[in-house]
């Protein structure tokens, strides 16, 4: 199923699995979806426009619409939840395997300067996956969620403009994508300044795939390490031997803390900045004979008693009457 919103990136996506599906017979399928959000007036112009595209060129369309009333703050965020949301109903609705998206270059790009900006950790600087799973989902059958694939995560959005051009096709601009009042917007006014200093797109996007591959080696050594190190004593609780994880690398030890806290815990994800701000402490009791350490984290316990670090589930907060 292909995500389809009208822009330049998706319709040229649209055109060339089209063109794809006809010189590769037999094929799986296309089905198209556009997300209305119903936040422009033009909007519901647009999703007939993709419709009457995706007909000409043989693809079956569907328009999923955003109702209901639209958030005051934080808009650009409700509206992508809504988006993948809606394409994860749709997906399931056609039966289909594959949400593809047209995440370009660009894209990544913009991606891993903003998540920078906001202090990301190598997970966030690693930029979008080509695959994953689709942002919200859960798993609804032993088949699992559609997956989530971006499969121009390392082509330009110049490339796919000229495409179109090519092939007579129009598209849709949507003002947003030039109002100042969105981060990434502001982001984008400042590549060509990036770029003139070699802080280019390309640069970008080399940089997320350096860290992806380290992320993917730091991951293997966390996981080995809980083989070595770790225990599950009782439900919502992870133990780990304390002078193993004093011996660890930093980065490791920090990380089986964190997904301990993340497992046991009732509050949501663990946040890198509270979970390096509890690390640091932790790390000093560990090198002091019988240190003692106790503090909590995203609803969980994390206490150090002699050769043992426990994370468990964190007692109710008494609520004040």
């Known amino acids: 199923m292909i995500a389809v919103s009208g822009g330049a990136d998706s319709t040229a996506l649209l055109y060339l699995f089209a063109r794809w599906e006809k010189r ?17 007036p033009g909007s519901r112009v647009e999703a007939m426009t993709v419709k009457r595209l995706a007909v000409r060129l043989g693809v079956a369309h569907r328009t999923m619409r955003w109702t209901g009333e639209k958030p005051a703050t934080g808009l650009q965020e409700k509206a992508r ?24 270059l660009d894209d990544q790009a913009e991606t891993v300067l903003f998540r920078l900006a906001r202090g990301s950790g190598l997970a966030g600087i690693a930029g979008m996956a080509r695959i994953s799973p689709i942002p919200g989902a859960v798993m609804h059958d032993a088949r699992g969620s ?6 121009l995560l390392d082509t330009p959005k110049s490339r796919l403009v000229a495409t179109l051009r090519a092939a007579g096709i129009v598209h849709a601009e949507d ?3 030039a109002d100042p009042r969105f981060a990434r917007v502001r982001w984008r ?7 003139a200093e070699g802080l280019t797109a390309q640069r970008l996007v080399q940089l997320a795939r350096r860290v992806r591959r380290n992320e993917a080696a730091i991951e293997a050594a966390v996981a080995a390490a809980f083989e070595r190190l770790g225990s599950c004593p ?3 609780a992870i133990a780990f031997d304390a002078r193993g994880l004093r011996d660890l690398p930093v980065e490791i030890a920090l990380r089986l803390v964190g997904r301990a806290a993340g497992a046991v815990g009732d509050e949501g994800p663990v946040e890198l900045g509270k979970l390096e701000a509890l690390c640091e402490p932790l790390f000093a009791a560990l090198e002091q004979p019988d240190a003692r350490f106790r503090r909590t984290l995203a609803g969980a316990m994390v206490s150090l008693h ?11 907060r008494r609520s004040r009457s």
């Open 189 to 195: 006014g400042l590549a060509p300044a990036l770029a």
């Open 306 to 316: 002699r050769d043992r670090l426990l994370v468990e589930r964190a007692p109710p």
């Open 175 to 177: 003002p947003s994508n």
């Open 146 to 151: 559609p997956a989530l694939v971006r499969p």
């Open 24 to 40: 590769h017979r037999p094929s799986p399928r296309l089905h198209a979806v556009t997300v209305d959000h119903g936040l422009r």
């Open 234 to 236: 009782a439900a919502h």
């Open 81 to 104: 939840a809504a988006r993948y949301r809606l394409l994860h109903a749709a997906a399931r609705k056609v039966g289909a395997r594959l949400v593809i998206t047209a995440h370009t």
